[in-house]
């Protein structure tokens, strides 16, 4: 069973880094052909596509937030994550994780989720 | 980047009702769109890629289909189970995009 859950701070102030974490489990970010993705929806919004991480270390990031956003993964952990610097009340959202595989770009397993905020 | 163009943005039905929900992409995406239902609490399912592939598991009363750039979410025989977001999202060219998302409610 595939399952992807996040993690993250809960609440942080402006100018801080944001961490966050998406463990996975039922698939590996090791095997060929898997990618992990970050997607952020404000509160009452649209969804907004971050960034990927594929099994062979490729990254690829929205280029509206390229210089703020690293995510890497780690797979002895079977993790992903995803690190925005600089945070400001816009980043305030629920920050989702999911699954993508190579054959396509969609994402066929999603996280519930994990809401920040960001306030001084 | 591709803009995602979805409509409409609220939609009224009851069950049993079909309805249709639309995107239009603003250049080619080929038949890369995948359809998303959002609901509290619960993770995003994926119920259509590559314009009208079913995804594994979803009911054959939701339905993709593709003229050009234009695309369209079909839900035959509405069941209450069916209430609640929807997005597309192109997956042909990063940085991926979705639409602005359709609420069905219940009438």
């Known amino acids: 069973q595939v399952t992807l859950k996040e993690s993250g701070p809960g609440i942080l102030q402006p100018s801080q880094t944001l961490s966050l974490t998406c463990t996975l489990s039922?698939?590996?970010?090791?095997?060929?052909?898997?990618?992990v993705g970050w997607i952020r929806q404000p509160s009452g919004k649209g969804l907004e596509w971050l960034a990927n991480?594929?099994?062979?270390?490729?990254?690829y990031y929205n280029p509206s937030l390229k210089n703020r956003l690293t995510i890497s993964k780690d797979t002895s952990s079977n993790q992903a994550f995803l690190k925005i610097t600089n945070v400001d009340a816009a980043d305030t959202a629920t920050y989702y994780c999911?699954?993508?595989?190579?054959?396509?770009?969609?994402?066929?397993?999603w996280g519930q989720g994990v809401m920040v905020t960001v306030s001084s | 980047d591709v803009q995602m163009t979805q409509s409409p943005y609220n939609l009224a039905a009851s069950p049993g009702e079909s309805v249709s929900i639309n995107c239009k992409a603003s250049?080619?995406?080929?038949?890369?769109l995948a359809w998303y239902q959002q609901k509290p609490g619960k993770a995003n399912k994926l119920l259509i890629y590559?314009?009208?592939t079913l995804q594994s598991g979803i009911p054959s009363r939701f339905s993709g289909s593709r003229s050009g750039t234009d695309f369209t979410l079909t839900i035959r025989s509405l069941e209450p189970e069916d209430f609640g977001l929807y997005y597309c999202?192109?997956?042909?060219?990063?940085?991926?995009?979705f639409g602005s998302g359709t609420k069905l409610e219940i009438k």
């Open positions: 991480i594929w099994w062979y270390d490729d990254e």
């Open positions: 999202q192109q997956h042909n060219e990063y940085p991926f995009t």
């Open positions: 590559d314009g009208s």
């Open positions: 999911a699954r993508l595989r190579r054959v396509s770009h969609y994402f066929d397993y």
């Open positions: 039922g698939f590996s970010l090791s095997t060929y052909g898997m990618g």
């Open positions: 250049k080619s995406i080929s038949k890369y």
